[in-house]
């Protein structure tokens, strides 16, 4: 199946299960009252005891109704409904466990009955409890997204207009303590703004004129005025809203088959029922009376109630868990992917790398005096638009007091300057008659060299690099570590790609190429290893993204790589990537765990009764017991893994 094509596919999956789920879970506060008042009648029951059964039998009963009459509504009706979705017979969990409370009635068991259903119906809370706890990283968003804006009018007077009015071009101010209404550019004046909410940064940032600022960050103690460069529905906050959305409407591969499986199963169970009954009587020799009793038993030993919650709240709580940590999940069927991952890609620029070059080696003429020379080349490049300029100045601006010096670009010469009756240049050494040794080394390790020269004579060199960061490092270990394909694919050359890839210790460095041809590379990955991730940040990774088994966009980078991605990592930090990927294993673990123990207690449970070793009210402990089990293994995906 294509990419596109599965997406199709997903997106009406999504759509269908966002309709079961809010059927299974919008219960409101009526349900959970009630459910209290059967536990009241349940105690109350136990309290009065044998010494008036009529009683006891009737508040058993009305302890069964107020405490379960949501679970016995829906074994009902949502079965018929699914069947006639499906033009068959398509029961669910709910019934199995609605026939076993009225059957342990009909033998007399009333206790049993709703012992069944308190226990049943308190496991579905806890499940409403992993759905709730992630609902609310969406309500935290909600809650964040500002409705009104201060426009500013023509004559310079401000009013107050809702977000959905503003257009792009329009200028809004922004005061002190303000939320930022919408995504824009400052036009005038300074601030600190808070951005945790959209890149979990706690260190607020400094902005000036010409920087991006979000919507739903705080402004601080200065007040700004802003450009809107985003409509309203396309703010970065908009789509983290979305992709939490859709994330809690989505399934992993596991959860989504035992949801296929569940009909059929229940259907088995239900065929089994009959059967065991006359078994029993035929057989083993059992009277009906006893025949039915233990058919009752084995009715609920075989209910997948455990099964049936094995999946869900394990992987909402994942998704959960990464959404405060900064990492937005489009489904937990991605998180099934990245559990299983066999390689990753990543982009150079910007993923492995900082994204702008640095300073690494300098050397003037041991004759000269360094901080003279340095100083008049910040002094020349402070006026370049350039980011090797902007680099030099950087590196060196603190150290040394530069001349006013300006400086122009020559074409094919570079810059040049005239200062104290010398003309001094910056370019590359091929615009130099003279040659250093040391250069063709320096490139050699992928790094781009300047000469500085006066009077066309040479007086040394500055060699810059978009080097790796700390975090990369840290990143590629790991997944090497985990027996992952690293890869790269990058435009650069091929010696710059194989300076980095050696740097990181990358599997594979493949450079030189095109962006259209970086999706036949993540395709030839995905022959060779298998499951395959693509990390990016800009539109030439977008094809690559869309190809990826899974696509992962850092934050930072363009809206195009964030809205075709499936991951999306809200800071430019691959240790995000990397807790991921711990998340998604233990979330797969977790399952697989939750499925082996729920599969287990059930063949226990049908082997005991069948030698007689276990009555109903043991029946219901253990297999309800193993139902809230599995629910609370789930739930640990809600508290930090260990990174």
Same mark, same amino acid.
């Given at each position: 199946?294509?990419?596109?094509?599965?997406?199709?596919?997903?997106?009406?999956?999504?759509?269908?299960? *966002?309709?079961?789920?809010?059927?299974?879970?919008?219960?409101?506060? &009526?349900?959970?009252?009630?459910?209290?008042?059967? &536990?009241?009648?349940?105690?109350?029951?136990?309290?009065?005891? @044998?010494?008036?059964?009529?009683?006891?039998?009737?508040?058993?009963?009305? %302890?069964?109704?107020?405490?379960?009459?949501?679970?016995?509504? #829906?074994?009902?009706?949502?079965?018929?409904? @699914?069947?006639?979705?499906?033009?068959?017979?398509?029961?669910?969990?709910?019934?199995?466990?609605?026939?076993?409370?009225?059957?342990?009635?009909?033998?007399?068991?009333?206790?049993?009955?709703?012992?069944?259903?308190?226990?049943?119906?308190?496991?579905?809370?806890?499940?409403?409890?992993?759905?709730?706890?992630? /609902?609310?990283?969406?309500?935290?968003?909600?809650?964040?997204?500002?409705?009104?804006?201060?426009?500013?009018?023509?004559?310079?007077?401000?009013?107050?207009?809702?977000?959905?009015? &503003?257009?792009?071009?329009?200028?809004?101010?922004?005061?002190?303590? @303000?939320?930022?209404?919408?995504?824009?550019?400052?036009?005038?004046?300074?601030?600190?703004?808070?951005?945790?909410?959209?890149?979990?940064?706690?260190?607020?940032?400094?902005?000036?004129?010409?920087?991006?600022?979000?919507?739903?960050?705080?402004?601080? %103690?200065?007040?700004?005025?802003? /450009?809107?460069?985003t409509n309203p529905e396309a703010t970065v906050l908009a789509q983290i809203m979305d992709m939490v959305k859709n994330a809690q409407t989505s399934q992993s591969k596991t959860a989504t088959l035992i949801k296929k499986l569940e009909p059929r199963y229940v259907t088995l169970a239900l065929i089994m029922v009959p059967l065991v009954f006359i078994f029993g009587h035929y057989a083993i020799g059992w009277t009906w009376e006893y025949s039915f009793y233990r058919t009752m038993v084995?009715?609920?030993?075989?209910?997948?109630?455990?099964?049936?919650?094995?999946?869900?709240?394990?992987?909402?709580?994942?998704?959960?868990?990464?959404?405060?940590?900064? !990492?937005?999940?489009?489904?937990?069927?991605?998180?099934?992917?990245?559990?299983?991952?066999?390689? !990753?890609?990543?982009?150079?620029?910007?993923?492995?790398?900082?994204?702008?070059?640095?300073?690494?080696?300098?050397?003037?003429?041991?004759? &000269? @005096?360094?901080?003279?020379?340095?100083?008049?080349?910040?002094? $020349?490049?402070?006026?370049?638009?350039?980011?090797?300029?902007?680099?030099?100045?950087?590196?060196?601006?603190?150290?040394?007091?530069?001349?006013?010096?300006?400086?122009?670009?020559?074409?094919?010469? =570079?810059?040049?300057?005239?200062?104290?009756?010398?003309?001094?240049?910056?370019?590359?050494?091929?615009?130099?008659?003279?040659?250093?040794?040391?250069? %063709?080394?320096?490139?050699?390790?992928?790094?781009?060299?300047?000469?500085?020269?006066?009077?066309?004579?040479?007086? =040394?060199?500055?060699?810059? $690099?978009?080097?790796?960061?700390?975090?990369?490092?840290?990143?590629?270990?790991?997944?090497?570590?985990? *027996?992952?394909?690293?890869? $790269?694919?990058?435009?650069?050359?091929?010696?710059?790609?194989?300076?980095? =890839?050696?740097?990181?210790?990358?599997?594979?460095?493949?450079?030189?190429?095109?962006?259209? #041809?970086?999706?036949?590379?993540?395709?030839?990955?995905?022959?060779?290893?298998?499951?395959?991730?693509?990390?990016?940040?800009?539109?030439?990774?977008?094809?690559?993204?869309?190809?990826?088994?899974?696509?992962?966009?850092?934050?930072?980078?363009? *809206?195009?790589?964030?809205?075709?991605?499936?991951?999306?990592?809200?800071?430019?930090?691959? %240790?995000?990537?990397?807790?991921?990927?711990? !998340?998604?294993? /233990?979330?797969?673990?977790?399952?697989?765990?939750?499925?082996?123990?729920?599969?287990?207690?059930?063949?226990?449970?049908?082997?005991?009764?069948?030698?007689?070793?276990?009555?109903?009210?043991? =029946?219901?402990?253990?297999?309800?017991?193993?139902?809230?089990?599995?629910?609370?293994?789930?739930?640990?995906?809600?508290?930090?893994?260990?990174?």
């Amino acid at each position: 199946m294509s990419k596109s094509s599965a997406t199709n596919h997903t997106k009406t999956h999504n759509h269908n299960h *966002d309709h079961d789920h809010q059927a299974s879970h919008n219960h409101g506060k &009526l349900p959970v009252i009630l459910y209290l008042i059967g &536990l009241v009648l349940f105690f109350l029951a136990l309290l009065v005891g @044998d010494r008036q059964l009529l009683l006891s039998n009737i508040l058993y009963t009305l %302890s069964i109704a107020s405490a379960g009459y949501h679970v016995i509504g #829906e074994g009902v009706m949502d079965t018929i409904k @699914d069947s006639k979705d499906q033009g068959r017979f398509a029961p669910n969990v709910h019934l199995l466990m609605s026939l076993a409370t009225f059957g342990a009635m009909i033998i007399g068991n009333f206790s049993e009955g709703a012992l069944l259903i308190l226990i049943f119906a308190g496991a579905h809370f806890l499940e409403d409890y992993a759905y709730d706890r992630s /609902k609310r990283e969406v309500s935290r968003l909600l809650n964040m997204n500002p409705s009104q804006a201060r426009l500013i009018q023509a004559d310079g007077s401000t009013q107050l207009v809702d977000v959905a009015d &503003l257009n792009i071009g329009d200028q809004v101010q922004v005061l002190n303590g @303000d939320q930022i209404p919408i995504d824009g550019e400052i036009t005038s004046g300074q601030a600190v703004i808070d951005e945790s909410a959209i890149n979990g940064e706690s260190i607020p940032r400094e902005k000036a004129i010409g920087d991006q600022v979000f919507a739903g960050t705080i402004n601080g %103690s200065q007040a700004f005025k802003m /450009k809107v460069t985003t409509n309203p529905e396309a703010t970065v906050l908009a789509q983290i809203m979305d992709m939490v959305k859709n994330a809690q409407t989505s399934q992993s591969k596991t959860a989504t088959l035992i949801k296929k499986l569940e009909p059929r199963y229940v259907t088995l169970a239900l065929i089994m029922v009959p059967l065991v009954f006359i078994f029993g009587h035929y057989a083993i020799g059992w009277t009906w009376e006893y025949s039915f009793y233990r058919t009752m038993v084995f009715l609920i030993s075989v209910s997948p109630c455990a099964l049936a919650a094995a999946a869900l709240p394990t992987s909402l709580s994942a998704i959960s868990n990464l959404a405060r940590y900064g !990492v937005l999940v489009k489904g937990a069927n991605y998180l099934s992917h990245l559990a299983g991952l066999k390689a !990753v890609a990543f982009d150079k620029t910007g993923t492995l790398t900082t994204g702008k070059p640095q300073v690494t080696d300098y050397d003037f003429k041991a004759d &000269l @005096d360094q901080e003279e020379i340095l100083a008049i080349v910040v002094g $020349m490049e402070k006026g370049a638009n350039h980011p090797l300029a902007t680099a030099i100045v950087e590196r060196f601006a603190d150290q040394v007091a530069s001349p006013d010096i300006t400086a122009h670009n020559e074409t094919g010469i =570079g810059l040049v300057a005239d200062y104290q009756g010398h003309r001094y240049r910056i370019g590359k050494p091929t615009s130099f008659t003279e040659e250093l040794a040391v250069v %063709s080394d320096l490139q050699g390790q992928g790094k781009t060299v300047v000469l500085v020269g006066r009077d066309d004579q040479v007086l =040394g060199y500055i060699a810059l $690099m978009d080097l790796p960061t700390d975090v990369a490092k840290a990143a590629i270990n790991y997944f090497k570590d985990q *027996d992952v394909h690293t890869a $790269m694919l990058t435009g650069d050359s091929q010696l710059t790609g194989q300076s980095v =890839g050696q740097e990181l210790g990358l599997d594979q460095v493949d450079a030189n190429i095109l962006p259209e #041809e970086k999706a036949d590379h993540i395709k030839a990955l995905q022959d060779q290893h298998g499951l395959t991730a693509m990390l990016g940040d800009g539109v030439n990774d977008a094809p690559a993204l869309v190809t990826a088994d899974v696509g992962v966009a850092m934050g930072e980078g363009t *809206d195009v790589a964030i809205d075709v991605a499936d991951l999306v990592l809200m800071k430019n930090d691959l %240790s995000k990537l990397v807790y991921a990927h711990k !998340v998604a294993r /233990k979330m797969e673990r977790v399952t697989w765990q939750n499925i082996i123990f729920a599969m287990f207690v059930v063949v226990v449970l049908v082997t005991l009764n069948f030698l007689e070793m276990t009555d109903i009210t043991l =029946g219901v402990i253990l297999h309800e017991g193993s139902t809230l089990m599995v629910i609370l293994n789930g739930l640990r995906l809600l508290l930090p893994v260990r990174k």
